[in-house]
């Protein structure tokens, strides 16, 4: 059984919308939330990182973990095309990740 | 930008050749990892590191070893390559902190024919 397991999508906004992003994990314990953005052909970069229940907003994006149902979700409003990337959520501190989800906004 | 640098960046290599990517680190981070990262699969853990000699097995080991002799450099190393290992393989450092954020190389794209 995968540890962390994302939509692998691909999603598909159009531009100005919303883009709902969601991350579920197995071990209940897990303490440490990241999401990456990772542009094709390039490497990963953080972009948010939540350890508490309830939302973590960073301009537009907000992260929303909820321990209790074990998932995690990024929202990325008013989507814009460079928005387009894809999505790799990790937990704990052993950075394991997963598959990512690919996310096309369209203008 | 973090300073971590994989070489080469690119490599094609035979079959049942062996091949070494390396992974050097300016940052004196305590932590490295080597992932590969394969289409539908993101990014999944071979090997990591926390500390000089210190080393221990990720999700998808078979096949891989690594080894770390300085702080700075975590070597990965395909014994015998074979077709499934072409893939993309980053690598990754992470301050012993309390956020464990990492920092990722350009990556090395390998491709075994």
């Known amino acids: 059984q995968k540890e962390v397991e994302q939509n692998s999508g691909p999603l598909s906004v159009p531009e100005g919308a919303i883009a709902s992003l969601n991350c579920t994990y197995s071990?209940?314990?897990?303490?440490?939330f990241f999401w990456y953005r990772q542009y094709s052909g390039k490497s990963p970069e953080l972009i948010m990182f939540i350890y508490s229940n309830g939302d973590k907003e960073d301009g537009r994006f907000t992260a929303q973990l909820n321990k209790a149902s074990q998932y995690v979700s990024l929202l990325i409003r008013d989507s814009q095309p460079s928005d387009s990337a894809t999505y790799l959520c990790a937990v704990n501190s052993d950075m394991r990740f997963g598959a990512g989800t690919r996310l096309t906004v369209k203008p | 930008d973090a300073g971590i640098t994989q070489s080469p960046r690119h490599k094609v290599t035979e079959t049942g050749t062996p091949v070494t990517l390396r992974c050097h680190q300016t940052?004196?981070?305590?932590?490295m990892y080597w992932y590969r990262q394969d289409p539908g699969h993101g990014l999944r853990l071979i090997h990591y590191s926390y500390g000089v000699k210190d080393t221990d097995k990720g999700e998808v080991s078979d096949g891989y070893s690594v080894s770390r002799s300085k702080t700075e450099d975590f070597l990965l190393t395909l014994e015998s390559a074979t077709s499934s290992q072409t893939s993309v393989y980053f690598c990754?450092?992470?301050?012993?902190?309390?956020?464990?954020?990492?920092?990722f190389g350009q990556g090395t794209r390998l491709t075994v024919v």
């Open positions: 940052e004196n981070h305590r932590y």
């Open positions: 990754a450092i992470s301050d012993a902190g309390t956020v464990k954020e990492a920092f």
């Open positions: 071990d209940r314990g897990s303490q440490s």
